[in-house]
């Protein structure tokens, strides 16, 4: 599982775990995807074409942080990710008001203590 912080790392390449052989395989395919990404980033903004893969990175995170943990809390419009949990069974069960969040803009506890759901 991964968490916000665990999310950030990686988007800027300071990700401590290396993980099991699948895990390898799978961050190794993600790093020349971002690569890529970075790359067409950095010749989009000629103000960005001399800063380096690290730097480029960290401006990115800087700039974003705050859309992705929206993304990942539910925030995109009809979301429709995660399954209802409230309510006395699954006929009748209702996903969390507020985009999957509590009205003081809060992730639900559930979500606190199973970051897999993120």
């Known amino acids: 599982a991964r968490s916000f912080a ?3 790392d990686i988007v800027r390449g300071k ?5 099991n052989d699948e895990e390898k395989k799978q961050r190794k395919q993600l790093e020349e ?4 990404i970075f790359e067409n ?4 903004d000629a103000k960005l074409t001399n800063l380096n893969d690290d730097k480029i ?23 429709k990710y995660f399954r209802g949990t409230c309510g006395d069974n699954e006929k009748n069960a209702i996903r969390a008001k507020d985009k999957c969040r509590r009205r003081d803009d809060q992730v639900p506890t ?3 203590y199973v970051p897999q759901y993120l």
Do not use: M, P, Q
């Open 6 to 8: 665990d999310i950030g």
């Open 15 to 19: 990700d401590l775990f290396r993980g």
């Open 33 to 36: 995807n971002l690569k890529e």
């Open 41 to 44: 980033i950095k010749e989009s």
């Open 57 to 79: 990175r960290e401006y990115w995170w800087a700039l974003n942080r705050k859309d992705v943990w929206k993304a990942i809390t539910c925030d995109v419009k009809d979301s």
């Open 110 to 112: 559930y979500l606190d």
